[in-house]
């Protein structure tokens, strides 16, 4: 964040088009952004971009210093509470534009109650474009971090028919909905995952710090091993003494899972393979489906039409095999043709909402299907992540139990034949 004050000379980048309608771009200095967009207007420069680049003068370290106050905003600072903080936006700003008040001073009255200095900062930056002319949504653009593809298009469809506030309040109801369904997902895997690690890094220290100590008595009593307990020792030594060579290959795995998983032809086959499994795949599914309905219901509701709502949508979505089941949409429906038929063999819809997304088709009503495959949708993933838990947790718990168990096993054995033969 830049501060101005009456000693410092600021410098800004600029982008603009002039009255030939070329681009124009280039860097100048002035006291304050007011100043520097006014000269550019009466020298014919339509802005697009304004943006402070740095600071010269003898005050240029105090901006240095008081910039350190966003460091712990910036790394505490996540994707979640991003998605909040615009849903915030969203939400205020409809009220405000329903109440009558101008798009300029409703962003001005909200960056007044804004707490967090990156989001102030981007707000800042959206209201000194909107008042040199540039549209909300084009304005929003520059700040691709916080205002994804679809928060964008629905703005900019909204802007286009009057309809701003009505697409704000349908964005804001969007990323609560978006929030929760992230949030209840997380909530579900994180203790599996706490509970799993625990397990492992408790049998690592036993292996490496505990069982060598004991192995080392018991292979100097001279006697023959327990086969559990050879088992034991050789695994023992194997990480104790090998542990470079371990640690190289898991990262040499990794690596090379994660280049797979990179490539198209390699998620496919994850995504695949992820979908085919009891469990899991159901959840990922429900998943999938609840958060396609979330967003055909905001932009349909936004009153962006159903081919281009896929497109964003299919330009939104990381999951290769919704893509192509998008895909697939969008061409039939540039075909004119019926969506059932090509997403009869859908790996990611289930039979019930491909019947659902064409009874609504149909019947044009598929904005109120849609909402309702949502509503239900989302019960059913909250329903799939208890139980998922309810397997998953029992399993890890015997999982844990079982290696444990084994490692206490063999080394107790011997101890207890030892005992056995001083009988």
């Known amino acids: 964040?830049?501060?101005?004050?009456?000693?410092?000379?600021?410098?800004?980048?600029?982008?603009?088009?002039?009255?030939?309608g070329d681009v124009i771009a280039g860097t100048m200095t002035a006291d304050t952004p007011q100043e520097g967009?006014?000269?550019?207007?009466?020298?014919?420069?339509?802005?697009?971009?304004?943006?402070?680049?740095?600071?010269?003068g003898p005050s240029q370290w105090l901006g240095s210093l008081r910039s350190?106050?966003?460091?712990?905003?910036?790394?505490?600072?996540?994707?979640?509470?991003?998605?909040?903080?615009?849903?915030?936006?969203?939400?205020?700003?409809?009220?405000?534009?329903?109440?009558?008040?101008?798009?300029?001073?409703?962003?001005?009255?909200?960056?007044?109650?804004?707490?967090?200095?990156?989001?102030?900062?981007?707000?800042?930056?959206t209201l000194d474009h909107v008042r040199g002319g540039v549209s909300l949504a084009d304005a929003l653009a520059d700040h691709p971090r916080w205002f994804d593809v679809t928060f964008l298009s629905a703005v900019r469809v909204g802007q286009r028919s009057g309809g701003l506030e009505h697409a704000l309040t349908e964005l804001a109801d969007f990323l609560k909905d978006k929030s929760k369904l992230r949030s209840q997902v997380t909530a579900a895997l994180t203790y599996?995952?706490?509970?799993?690690?625990?397990?492992?890094?408790?049998?690592?220290?036993?292996?490496?710090?505990v069982i060598?100590?004991?192995?080392?008595?018991?292979?100097?009593?001279?006697k023959p091993l327990p086969a559990a307990t050879a088992m034991l020792k050789s695994c023992t030594d194997i990480l104790v003494n090998h542990w470079l060579?371990?640690?190289?290959?898991?990262?040499?795995?990794?690596?090379?899972?994660?280049?797979?998983?990179?490539?198209?032809?390699?998620?496919?086959?994850?995504?695949?393979?992820?979908?085919?499994?009891?469990?899991?795949?159901s959840l990922v599914r429900r998943t999938l489906v609840a958060r396609f309905a979330q967003q055909m219901t905001m932009l349909l509701g936004?009153?962006?039409?159903?081919?281009?709502?896929?497109?964003?949508?299919?330009g939104s979505e990381n999951h290769l095999l919704l893509r192509d089941e998008l895909d697939g949409i969008a061409k039939a429906i540039e075909a004119g043709s019926d969506i059932a038929p090509t997403l009869k063999n859908s790996r990611v819809f289930p039979p019930l909402v491909v019947h659902l997304v064409a009874v609504g088709q149909s019947a044009g009503e598929l904005p109120q299907m849609l909402s309702e495959l949502r509503a239900g949708y989302e019960t059913e993933v909250k329903l799939a992540l208890t139980k998922f838990t309810a397997a998953l947790e029992p399993m890890l718990i015997v999982l844990m139990a079982g290696m444990i168990g084994f490692v206490i096993f063999a080394?107790?054995?011997?101890?207890?034949?030892?005992?056995?033969?001083?009988?």
């Open 1 to 20: 964040m830049v501060y101005y004050s009456r000693r410092t000379l600021a410098v800004f980048e600029y982008k603009g088009l002039n009255a030939s």
């Open 37 to 56: 967009r006014r000269a550019l207007r009466e020298n014919g420069l339509r802005i697009h971009r304004f943006e402070p680049v740095a600071e010269v």
């Open 68 to 125: 350190l106050r966003t460091l712990p905003s910036r790394l505490l600072d996540r994707s979640a509470r991003r998605a909040d903080r615009v849903a915030e936006f969203a939400r205020h700003l409809a009220l405000l534009l329903r109440s009558g008040v101008p798009l300029a001073e409703s962003i001005d009255v909200l960056i007044a109650q804004e707490k967090h200095v990156p989001f102030e900062t981007v707000l800042r930056a």
């Open 192 to 209: 599996p995952a706490i509970l799993m690690v625990l397990g492992i890094a408790v049998t690592l220290f036993l292996m490496m710090r």
């Open 212 to 222: 060598p100590q004991l192995m080392t008595v018991l292979v100097s009593s001279g």
């Open 245 to 281: 060579v371990l640690l190289a290959a898991a990262l040499i795995i990794a690596t090379a899972g994660v280049l797979t998983f990179k490539s198209k032809r390699g998620r496919r086959f994850a995504e695949t393979f992820v979908l085919r499994l009891p469990i899991v795949g």
């Open 302 to 314: 936004s009153g962006i039409p159903f081919l281009e709502a896929v497109g964003i949508v299919r």
């Open 411 to 423: 080394t107790v054995m011997p101890i207890l034949q030892v005992t056995e033969t001083m009988r």
